[in-house]
């Protein structure tokens, strides 16, 4: 019956590690031990450093953005005083006036507050209908402070997440800025004139857009 030899166990695996099966190799192929244990050793710390020292020292730097950001074209169909219908977001079906385009290419609209609920907002043009009434906004201006930046979210101081902050007695109730709020009521006012000329404009603008059974809206006139 055979022996099994030394070096090799019962399974056909060497017991010996990768590095002394490398050593025994150099060695006995006449090459220098010394060199052997060299090549061993940086073998080792390569693989103990993971690859970094074989990644090249690159600084991360920002994409550098070679095409200029232009405001979006607005839609022919779409001018001040256009009556607008939303398609989407939290007042979908509503009825709106345009005012006008800002600089990041979103509408300024407003319901106005005081008829529909819908306040001062910004809309992508992608998600409204442009219907052919319009509102005489000759005698009314639109303020250059109502920009992008007079719509940004302003800082909250970070809450916990405890039962008290939510239900206590302490509980902070999100409150509408004071300023937004004499705003709208001044283009409200200037607006509501405007409507007002034109008989049942307000009713209509009251009232929600919607679909009936068999309505198609590629073949509706608005």
Known sequence: MATTSTSQQATGSSRLARSKVFAKRVSYKGGDAEKARANIDLI?????KKGSLLAPAVTPRPKAVRKSQN????????????????LAGRFRGKRVVFLKQLKSGLLLVTGPFKINGVP???????????????????????????DDAYFKREA???M????????????QKKEHP??????????DKSIAAAVAKTPYLASYLASNFSLSNGQAPHTLKF
């Open 160 to 171: 916990k997440g405890t039962e008290e902050e939510f239900f206590g007695d302490n509980a």
């Open 178 to 187: 004071a300023h937004k709020i004499a705003d709208q009521k001044v283009v």
């Open 156 to 158: 909250q101081p970070k």
């Open 44 to 48: 080792k710390v390569l693989s103990a």
């Open 120 to 146: 001062l907002r910004r809309v992508n043009q992608a998600y409204v209908i442009a219907t052919s009434t319009k509102v005489d906004l000759s005698g009314v201006e639109v303020d250059a402070k109502f």
């Open 71 to 86: 405001t979006p074209s607005l839609r022919k169909s779409i001018t001040p005083g256009t009556v607008l219908i939303l």
